[in-house]
């Protein structure tokens, strides 16, 4: 299973970007997925998440601004940033639990990170 996200870019402040990532491979279904982001010099922290069933959490930093949502037929997670702020710089990290055939039990496999930067 891979997950291959994309999207990642130069924006000005006040812009938008879409992040993209998707699930590849011997998948039978996915439950939770999430995106996460690290910025330079500090712990990688959870932005947003969205369960199987579209039941979507996000981090108070970006509450508003962000929005997660997949499309469960592509095995697709996306991450619609608007309002952008010099602070949302970070790598951003797509997170998926995965059921392949042959194991009833999830295992969580990470994307390779997109880099979004905000000028000021």
């Known amino acids: 299973v891979q997950l291959q996200a994309s999207g990642g870019g130069l924006v000005q402040a006040g812009g938008s970007l879409r992040l993209s990532c998707a699930a590849s491979?011997?998948?039978?279904?996915?439950?939770?997925m999430d995106w996460y982001r690290q910025a330079p010099g500090k712990q990688r922290e959870l932005a947003a998440t969205?369960?199987?069933?579209?039941?979507?959490n996000y981090a108070d930093s970006v509450k508003g601004r962000f929005t997660i949502s997949r499309e469960n037929a592509k095995n697709t997670v996306y991450l619609q940033m608007t309002s952008l702020k010099p602070e949302d710089t970070a790598v951003y990290y797509c997170?998926?639990?995965?059921?392949?055939?042959?194991?009833?039990?999830?295992?969580?496999?990470w994307g390779q990170g997109t880099l979004v930067t905000v000028s000021s």
């Open positions: 997170r998926a639990d995965v059921y392949v055939f042959g194991r009833t039990t999830s295992r969580e496999y």
């Open positions: 491979g011997n998948i039978v279904d996915i439950g939770d």
């Open positions: 969205i369960s199987s069933f579209g039941r979507t």
